[in-house]
């Protein structure tokens, strides 16, 4: 980035996220757009979720970083600009009518051209999930919209966590209330082993854990049971960015997560 000096970057949130902590570990506290290169004038990021603590870090160092949305089956659906955009959304649609929500809130991409009409050599039954009867496409990601148009995102239909008492939780939101607590670095919400609760799986350091415990236990009376944090695993491992934890396109993987962690989830209640 020093060297190539760029005027913008496009790039997934990990590559955000790893800025961010050597920009912290290795430069001048309040530096980041000289650390960027000195000539940025936007970010541009998609791909994956990112978390609100990342977005809040880079516009509070006067660095915008905008958010977009698309998918490779539709191309573009919505994207923040830099004379229209809000922090914590993907911006607003491209195409107004070419958007649908399905009853339980999933985006169904319905305008045309498409920019793929199925998979190769899939399971045809995988492919009916995406490419519906008469055209449409579903995205698998549950959203609304705002007052003034700009779409939020709630997070993936398939990491939505099955409880054992039949309800299901989107952990995004969960992990976005949790990143607020000082000296969490990082966070990623799981079920506990049987199900009966939600656990999160916090990187920080030795000395942040006692308060980040009492934070998530003063938090948890103020929110729906279901929605509560009832056991809490601490690591110093960057969950985010750490190859063993990510899917080959970049993506967190939670299933990595909840092996690698667990079996540690009963003995750090």
Known sequence: MSEEGPTFVIAPPVFYDTVLHLE???AEPGRLAAFLGGNIRFLITGMAP???GTMDAYWAAGVRLLEAYGMTETGMIAWNTE??????????????????????NELIVTHLPTLSLGYFDSDPAEAASTFLTGGDIATGDVGTLDEDGFLQLQGRKKDLIPLANG???????????LFAIP?????????????????AVVTASDEARDGIR????????????????TSV??????????????TKNMKLSR???????????????
Do not use: C, Y
């Open 83 to 104: 004379t229209a955009h809000r922090p914590g959304t993907v911006g607003r649609l491209i195409h107004h009518d070419g958007v649908r929500f399905a009853p339980d």
């Open 50 to 52: 990112i978390r609100r």
């Open 255 to 269: 299933i990595a997560v909840a092996e690698e962690f667990g079996q540690r989830l009963d003995r750090e209640a």
């Open 183 to 199: 000296g969490v670095e990082d966070v990623v919400i799981i079920a506990n082993r049987h199900a009966t609760g939600l656990a």
């Open 167 to 177: 309800i299901k939780i989107q952990p995004l939101e969960i992990e976005n209330e």
């Open 24 to 26: 912290r570990a290795h």
């Open 233 to 246: 695993v601490f690591t110093t491992d960057r969950l985010r960015g750490e190859p063993r934890f990510m």
């Open 214 to 229: 009492k934070a998530i236990e003063t938090r948890n009376p103020s929110v729906e049971a279901s929605r509560r944090t």
